[in-house]
């Protein structure tokens, strides 16, 4: 578990280090950063991050793999588009075999 001062920050630097070609969840960060049941914070760290440089929001998605948050980018179709380029296979706004492509912070960064 990874915890500072400004949860908001500790989103971005878990986000940051999501490789390309993976993605993770909401739930995931939260639980990562101590917060089991945080989620929707993380959410809303997202909802102020979608535009800040070099942070791949792109790559953080619902429990699901469903591009929740897709109409926060430039254009609906921005989220997946960069998935893709990325080799996610997007189809309906859902990541296609979810555990494929699933980063787990916990795993991941201990």
């Known amino acids: 578990m990874k915890q500072g001062n400004d949860f908001f920050t500790d989103v971005y630097d878990v986000v940051r280090q999501i490789p390309p070609g993976r993605a993770t969840s909401y739930g995931a960060i939260a ?11 993380v959410g809303w760290a997202m909802s102020s991050g979608y535009t800040e440089h070099g942070l791949p929001a792109h790559r953080v998605v619902n429990k699901q793999g469903e591009l929740s948050a897709r109409h926060l980018f430039e254009t609906p179709t921005i989220m997946q588009e960069r998935l893709e380029s990325e080799g996610v296979e997007v189809e309906d706004g859902r990541i296609q ?3 494929k492509y699933f980063w787990d912070p916990e795993k991941e960064l201990g």
């Open 31 to 41: 639980a990562y950063l101590g917060s089991k049941r945080g989620a929707r914070m």
């Open 97 to 99: 075999h979810w555990e």
